[in-house]
Structure formats: structure tokens, C-alpha cells
């Protein structure tokens, strides 16, 4: 994938959206952005609408689509949240296509969200079609085909186990 926002290219600079995106994550996650390199195709097709926040990503082993109404469910998604945006942490299982994930970001009390993504080439797709470099610094990752087994142990220690723990006394 080469994508260029408009600015990008009447600015002369050919840093595609992907590349931005991956020289921010490095700041803070070096093993994450070094495994997104290596991926040099996907199981996934892209489909995207009219309306930028219309992307859905197609398993083409599976045939199976992530999402049935991509805008749909991502505005449900946004609807539910409303009841945690005075958290300053939230954790989520899944990035999908991101595009909640930019609208939540523009809540200021969000400090931080700590996404667990488990395929990779979701990450990779993501970060090629949409520019989160302005909200990088407030987003973690996990992925754990992207850390080495100590990093894992201390990725259970740090998070895991205490929200664990916090709901189950």
C-alpha cells in the first residue's frame, strides 16, 4: 500500500500515510512497527465507500467481512462509549478499521487507549489508509506476535493481570 493525504503531496513530500504513521509508533513501540514492516501482503481486501469513514476489510480466506455496516456499528460503538468519557484509560480488544478510534481520540479526557489487536495485517491496513499521527501519542498496543516472550510476561504483569484481578476481586 502507497497512500497520500492531499497535503502530503502538494508539499512535495512522498511519505505515504503508513510511513507517517509507523515513524510516530516507533517513539513508543519499535517491535510493533518492525513486525508491520515485514508484512508484505495481507489475507485482507479493502473496501471502502463514498464516506471516508466507510472501510471494511474482507477475509478473502474466510469470506468473511469484518464489519456488516461499517459506519453503522462504528457510530453504535461511539454511542456506548458516551458512558465512559470521563474515563481517562480505556482498553479495547480489536482496532478494525480505526475510525472509532479517531472519533473517541477527539474526547480530551481520553488520555489514553490501550488497544489488544491479536492479527497483525489489521494494524498494517489501518495504518496505511488512515493518518493517526496526531493521536499516536496517546494510544498503546498490544500484539502479541510483536513481542518477544519477556515483553509478553510483562505485558500480563502491567495490564492483564490487574484488570483481572479488578474484576474479580
Known amino acids: 500500500f502507497n497512500f497520500y493525504t492531499d497535503s502530503q503531496t502538494k508539499k512535495g513530500k512522498c511519505m505515504s500515510v503508513l510511513e507517517k504513521n509507523l515513524k510516530m509508533l516507533q517513539k513508543s513501540n519499535p517491535g510493533l512497527v518492525e513486525s508491520i514492516k515485514k508484512i508484505e501482503q495481507t489475507k485482507f481486501e479493502i473496501y471502502q465507500g463514498d464516506d471516508l ?3 471494511n476489510y474482507i477475509d478473502t480466506k474466510e469470506y468473511k467481512p469484518l464489519y456488516d455496516k461499517p459506519i453503522k456499528e462504528t ?3 461511539v454511542k456506548e462509549f458516551n458512558k465512559y468519557r470521563n474515563y481517562p484509560i480505556l482498553y479495547f480488544f480489536g482496532f478494525g478499521n480505526g475510525v472509532f478510534y479517531k472519533m473517541i481520540l477527539a474526547n480530551e479526557k481520553l488520555e489514553k487507549v490501550v488497544i ?5 495485517e489489521i494494524l498494517y491496513i489501518t495504518f ?3 493518518d493517526f499521527t496526531d493521536v499516536l501519542d496517546r494510544m498503546e498496543f498490544i500484539s502479541v506476535s510483536s513481542y ?3 515483553e509478553k510476561l510483562e505485558i500480563a504483569k502491567r495490564y492483564l ?3 483481572e484481578l479488578k474484576k474479580h476481586g
Open 161 to 163: 493481570i490487574p484488570q
Open 148 to 150: 518477544t516472550p519477556q
Open 75 to 77: 457510530l453504535q460503538k
Open 116 to 120: 489488544y489487536e491479536p492479527d497483525i
Open 128 to 130: 496505511s489508509l488512515i
Open 53 to 55: 469513514a466507510n472501510i
